[in-house]
């Protein structure tokens, strides 16, 4: 009975000490496995579809169209949010399981959808929609849309920013102005420095991208109480001063909001700060030229003033998205 007793706990002990060990090297083991997938690859606001010919050529396919494929607010011209890649998924292998953004079609007994990050390669967001039929399926990837769009579209920034962050333009005047630092790329140079006023560019094959960053007094009210004419009114006032068109013989040529399309707003934070985010077309008084802007007005009640950070696009007879998105990338970057 002695010699079982102390059998019994020699074993006890022996498991005491090896179970952290098996444990330790269980969670070593998963954390080589995510250690060593793969870089993601793909183009920027690209989403690569799993399904099914069947089911991608119906509504399933319908469904998911019509989300993706959703035009971007502010643009006078109809542009996608997305660019869809469609394989079937005998096709999904190798480097094709590599792509950033994925939505993985399957027929299950139940209908159900949920996103899944980095499970093929890294960094990687990957939504999952099931379900027993088509209708099953499209029905559960309607609800579960806005939590997809969310997690691509917060990939898609980071890829930005992870992109052009690999050189950096100095940006010190941003901080003894602001106290703000913003993530530019170093193609981009300051064309324009007042004591009130800063104007970044880069040229582009078919015109420039346009960093601006100003401050406007808050006068004690705060930022959600304005409204939409007023943010536009506040917009112009610096704009119209600050970036003048050509010169045209007995006109003043300066950059407004444009009067037609009415800008969209919407709730938007860079660093600590909340604010608001205007999104529409701004042209040139007496003179064709126009483009695409997105301003993030940010509250600054502790020193009494807003702060704006604004990208423009002049790209004539080109596709914005792609250049308005750089654009964001910089804005949001700010802290």
Known sequence: MLMHALNTSFQRLALCLVLP??????????EDQAAYLPSSIGSMHSVLVVAESELWEGVVGDSIRSILYAPIPGLSMIE?????????PGLFKGTVQQSRSVILVQKDSAATAYIKEDVFSRPQQVGVVKGPDAVSIAAAFSQKAPEFITAFEALEMKEQQTRFSRSLLKTEQ???RWGIALKMPSAYVLGKETEDFLWFDRPIKTGTLNVIVYALPRKGRALEERTTSELVAMRDSVVGIHIPGPDVPGKRTFMATDSILTPYVYPAQAGAWK????????????????????????DQPELDRILVLEGFVFAPDTLKRD????????LSSAQ
């Not at 060990?21 to 998963?30: F, N, V």
């Open 21 to 30: 060990w098996m444990l330790l090297s269980c969670a070593d083991k998963k």
């Open 80 to 88: 996608s949010q997305w660019d869809i890649q469609h394989v079937t």
């Open 174 to 176: 941003l901080n003894e």
């Open 275 to 298: 604010g608001l985010e205007l999104r529409g077309m701004w042209d040139m008084r007496h003179y064709p030229m126009a483009g695409p802007f997105v301003a993030y007005y940010l």
């Open 323 to 330: 250049l308005l998105f750089e654009l964001e990338g910089i």
